[in-house]
């Protein structure tokens, strides 16, 4: 096992949820997968019926998908990009019940640090309606409270990464067996589900 390994690309389709009805993997594999790039997905965003015909847990799977692909300059556009879509109320985005342990691990962990994300751009005066930020004079203005956002319920049941699981993926894990999508990451989110990545792209502004 070595501190740093290359990023590892983890088991997807596309960007859309597998079936709920598919038989559970084995194991989780890494397999190279191309997905979609981050220009082509800057088009889709500015068509209106896709915009419409798109969902919060499609959102996330695209978080997934570049992170597991180390492609961490696609994280900021899409966490901006969910971030305004109002109707998208973070904790009812609904149970993924992914089959594959390792990717259902991760989504947990991104719509956590998704809720850590949202307050914190929430704390700057920042609001999910662009008319409605709040902006200060000096910085001994004091902003007015807000309501935090939270991660969905579901989440608090997603066990970490059993190690034994993935264990055989040595040029994917640290020194204690850890998964690394990101050497050095000290994410807290994900670390408790024994996941080493930095969260640092999901907050922008």
């Known amino acids: 096992m070595v501190d740093a390994p290359p990023p590892i690309h983890l088991h997807f389709r596309d960007t859309a949820p597998p079936p709920r009805n598919s038989p559970p993997s084995q194991s989780p594999t890494p397999?190279?997968?191309p997905r979609m790039a981050s220009e082509d997905l800057?088009?889709?965003r500015s068509v209106p019926i896709w915009r419409a015909r798109d969902t919060p847990i499609r959102s996330m799977y695209?978080?997934?998908e570049a992170m597991a692909a180390g492609e961490y300059y696609a994280i900021r556009p899409e966490v901006?990009?969910?971030w305004y879509q109002r109707s998208w109320i973070l904790s009812r985005v609904p149970d993924p019940r992914d089959y594959d342990p390792v990717r259902y691990a991760i989504l947990a962990s991104i719509a956590e640090e998704l809720a850590k994300a949202f307050n914190w751009r929430l704390s700057l005066g920042m609001r999910r309606d662009?008319?409605?930020?709040?902006?200060?004079k000096t910085l001994e203005d004091v902003l007015p409270p807000y309501t935090p956002e939270t991660a969905p319920s579901w989440t608090k049941h997603?066990?970490?990464i059993d190690l034994e699981l993935i264990a055989d993926f040595t040029d994917a894990l640290d020194s204690s067996g850890k998964l690394v999508l990101e050497a050095g990451g000290k994410s807290p989110a994900f670390a408790e589900r024994n996941i080493v990545t930095d969260s640092g792209h999901f907050y922008t502004v």
């Open 31 to 33: 397999v190279s997968h």
């Open 80 to 82: 901006e990009y969910f």
């Open 62 to 64: 695209r978080l997934y």
């Open 130 to 136: 662009k008319r409605k930020h709040i902006y200060r």
């Open 42 to 44: 800057t088009n889709m």
């Open 158 to 160: 997603v066990p970490p």
